[in-house]
């Protein structure tokens, strides 16, 4: 009798096909707080990265919920941001990433601030 060995590749078929299944079955759902972003968010127009909150970070393309609350936490500290290229001070957000989302943004001025 001979016992069948697998091979990594028959393991990640397997791990793949499971996870068609559950996908077909419903189990992965986009709900607020799941993890998963809305893209409807960025289909109407680009995001305000003064006034935007966490959800609405988080469906920027390589924007987490950790990197979400960082960008608000420079915010509410350091002051709205003036240009975009102020989101590079983040930590977490470095050239390569702010090109994937720089697009995607924008920042509304505020008559009450200065302009130097």
């Known amino acids: 009798m001979k016992v069948r060995t697998f091979a990594p590749a028959d393991l990640a078929f397997a791990l793949l096909l499971l996870l068609a299944l559950l996908s077909l079955a419903g189990l992965f759902r986009r709900e607020e ?17 003064n006034r935007a909150d966490a959800a609405t970070l988080t469906a920027l393309p390589g924007v987490g919920p950790s990197l979400a609350e960082r960008i608000i936490r420079f915010r509410e500290e350091r002051g709205p941001f003036r240009h975009l290229e102020e989101l590079q001070q983040v930590s977490g957000i470095g050239p390569r990433r702010f090109a994937r989302i720089a697009p995607l943004l924008t920042v509304t001025e505020e008559e009450e601030w200065s302009t130097k």
């Not at 707080?33 to 305000?48: A, C, N, R, W, Y």
């Open 33 to 49: 707080g799941s993890g998963f972003p809305d893209p409807q968010i960025l289909k109407t127009e680009k995001v305000d990265v």
